[in-house]
């Protein structure tokens, strides 16, 4: 996956100290070769990997002592860029009703997606109608009645042979005469972009005037996607993406290079099939999840570099399984004194970036910190049963611990509710990791 290939990539550096300009090059020209197989856009690639080069010289990463963290960071921060910055949210009309625009190839997930975006709407408090212009297909119809059955949404059709661009312009007067907030419309696709499809969508453009037309498109399809929304911008423009089956076996290609070649931001994901399967698009968080993908391993390669193997193969089991008690808190807490500073450790788990900033006034030195003391003191004070199962420690157990180790029952509380925080990283993690062990950039 690309997010392997970085992580080699890094791997090297990290194995220097200081970085000779020939490392640098080296590095470079490994990133472009992730980017590349990872189905990224050439020019896109191209324009990145200099800009990463130049910001690497003028940081001066060859006198930096950490040179890998000071590349990663400014990768970091470049991919960020690249994918659009910050959060693009939807365009929501001062006067209702809103028009959403759904275009897009066949089978990119348009119908999917009107029924997703109306869930998350109605769960904002909108009143969604949706509308069937894709009458093509008697079957589209009837799959949009369906998932409006579902979601309690109402669906707004008209007979057989009417012509989309009536029943667009329709639709939003049915809007405005039952309250409905939100009208997303469902548009026909075909195989191939063509002329006809555009012509007809350019119709309901110009009559409905949308607040947003968001192209639906698969990520599956890699550099192909990102074909078809530029064309979709030049010939009808477009105010965002969707970008589908991020679940799948996708490389990246399509969510690193959209915004660059169009201009226009991703604005949602699609991860399943459900109709709950959208997030929003966060282009800082696609950016670390990019670079922190099997940062793990390699949390666990150090962590074998100085535990004995056995207890690093527990560990891995731990995280693996999501099976990670008290006990083995106190264990692995044991062995993490071994490793020296708390800060490096975080740095190497993903998802931490967060909760490092959270933590950011702790004593990072864990040989000799007061806090890791308590903690080793609080579940010391635990019973076995209490240990093994966190939810059985009630008020009266509380008490019982915070007295027996000296500490408050503040403390106590503090610690659970971070050994929770902890299994549910863990949790989330695991499930980033995909089912079969498949992870959401794969390779
Ligand atoms: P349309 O022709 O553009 O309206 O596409 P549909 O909405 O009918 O979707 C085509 C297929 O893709 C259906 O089988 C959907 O269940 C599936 N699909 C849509 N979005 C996603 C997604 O985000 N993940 C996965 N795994 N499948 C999706
Ligand atoms: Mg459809």
Redesign the pocket.
């Known amino acids: 996956s690309l997010a392997e290939k970085l992580q080699d990539t890094f791997k090297k550096l990290r194995g220097h100290g200081r970085l000779s300009e020939d490392d640098v090059n080296t590095a470079m020209r490994d990133i472009r070769m992730a980017l590349l197989e990872a189905d990224v856009n050439f020019k896109v690639v191209k324009n990145f990997v200099a800009k990463i080069k130049e910001r690497a010289i003028g940081a001066n990463i060859l006198e930096s002592l950490t040179p890998a963290q000071a590349v990663i960071q400014i990768v970091n921060e470049e991919l960020t860029q690249l994918m659009g910055g910050s959060v693009s949210r939807l365009t929501i009309a001062p006067n209702p009703p809103t028009i959403i625009m759904m275009a ?13 975006l109306g869930t998350m709407l109605k769960k904002q408090g909108k009143r969604p109608l949706f509308v069937a212009a ?1 009458i093509y297909r008697p079957a ?1 119809i009837k ?1 949009l009645q369906v998932i409006g059955e579902q979601l309690d949404i109402p669906v707004f059709t008209m007979p057989e042979g009417t012509n989309p661009v009536t029943i667009a312009d329709e639709a939003i007067k049915h809007a405005l005469s039952h309250a409905n907030d939100i009208v997303i419309i ?1 548009t026909a ?1 075909r195989l191939h972009i063509n002329e006809e499809l555009m012509q007809e969508l350019k119709s309901i453009k110009s009559t409905v005037h949308p607040h947003e037309i968001l192209l ?1 498109v ?1 990520a599956m399809t890699g550099q192909d996607a990102v074909n078809v929304a530029e064309s979709f911008n030049k010939d009808l423009g477009l105010d965002g993406v969707v970008l ?5 076996d996708a490389r990246g290609g399509a969510a690193l290079s959209v915004k660059a070649v169009t201009g226009c931001p991703i604005k949602f ?5 459900k109709l709950e ?2 997030e929003m698009f966060y282009p800082d968080r696609m950016a670390s999840r990019i670079l922190d993908m099997g940062d793990v391993l390699s949390l666990i390669e150090k962590a074998q570099e100085t535990f004995d193997a056995d207890e690093a193969k527990k560990m891995e089991k731990a995280f693996r399984k999501n099976q990670f008690t008290l006990d083995d808190f106190l264990d692995q807490m044991q062995q993490v004194k071994k490793l020296g500073s708390l800060d490096k450790i975080l740095g190497m788990l993903p998802g931490m970036g967060g909760l490092k900033k959270k933590m950011g006034d702790i004593d990072m030195d864990l040989k000799n910190n007061k806090e890791i003391a308590h903690i080793e003191a609080i579940i010391r004070s635990m019973t076995p049963a209490e240990r093994n199962n966190t939810k059985i420690i009630n008020g009266s157990r509380r008490k019982r611990i915070a007295s027996g180790s000296g500490t408050k029952v503040q403390d106590v509380n503090k610690l659970l509710k971070q050994f929770d925080e902890m299994k549910k990283m863990m949790k989330k993690m695991t499930n980033m990791k995909g089912k079969n062990g498949k992870s959401m950039m794969k390779g």
């Open positions: 897009g190839l066949q089978g990119a997930g348009k119908t999917t997606s009107v029924g997703k894709d589209a799959q469902d696709g639906v698969d589908t089956k991020m679940d799948g994901v699609g991860t399943g099939e399967a959208l």
